[in-house]
């Protein structure tokens, strides 16, 4: 009997194993870094939120999203409807450019972003600078999980006198 169950055991295990190097072939890796789409969601995910649409914003994450941040953690759309329409409320003409983008990829789903950004509240003068790294999750085209950290670099002066 032991040995009947110690072959079904490592049976199972090199079944686990030829199964999880399957899932790693060349089409799970077929993505380079500038045509993953990653980039394009998260393009477009800042395209929407410098166009004032959070509805397209909300568009490009999946009900229900988890995203840690170095702001708090969002469950759910809803959160994050509440929290951009804050913003937005506050900063109606908010724009942001992301200067510099580099995505490492983990998995077919999963992939490590750098990145340099710079925030204008008004649309156009002032800004802030930063930086981010974030590790996104996404099933299709819409974002499941996002851990992402952001630190401002520079406050232009304007910005720090009010």
């Given at each position: 009997m032991r040995t009947i169950t110690t072959f079904v055991l490592l049976t199972?295990?090199?079944?686990?194993?030829?199964?999880?190097?399957?899932?790693?072939?060349?089409n799970d890796y077929e993505y380079t870094e500038a045509n993953h789409p990653v980039r394009?969601?998260?393009?477009?995910?800042?395209?929407?939120?410098?166009e004032g649409n959070l509805d397209?914003?909300?568009?490009?994450?999946?009900?229900?999203i988890k995203m840690y941040g170095t702001d708090g953690n969002y469950f759910g759309q809803k959160a994050l409807?509440?929290?951009f329409e804050n913003?937005?409320?506050?900063?109606?003409?908010?724009?942001?450019?992301?200067?510099?983008?580099?995505?490492?990829i983990l998995s077919k789903n999963v992939v490590l972003v750098n990145f340099e950004w710079k925030v204008?509240?008004?649309?156009?003068g002032p800004a802030f600078s930063g930086?981010?790294?974030?590790?996104?999750?996404?099933?299709?085209?819409?974002?499941?999980?996002?851990?992402?950290?952001?630190?401002?670099?520079?406050?232009d002066e304007a910005l720090k006198q009010k």
């Open positions: 199972m295990l090199f079944i686990t194993s030829i199964s999880c190097n399957n899932s790693n072939t060349k394009t969601i998260y393009l477009s995910t800042i395209e929407a939120l410098n397209l914003f909300l568009a490009n994450f999946a009900p229900e409807r509440e929290r913003i937005l409320q506050q900063f109606p003409k908010v724009r942001m450019e992301i200067p510099e983008l580099k995505l490492e204008f509240p008004m649309g156009q930086i981010g790294s974030g590790i996104y999750t996404r099933d299709g085209d819409k974002w499941i999980e996002v851990l992402e950290v952001e630190t401002i670099t520079n406050i």
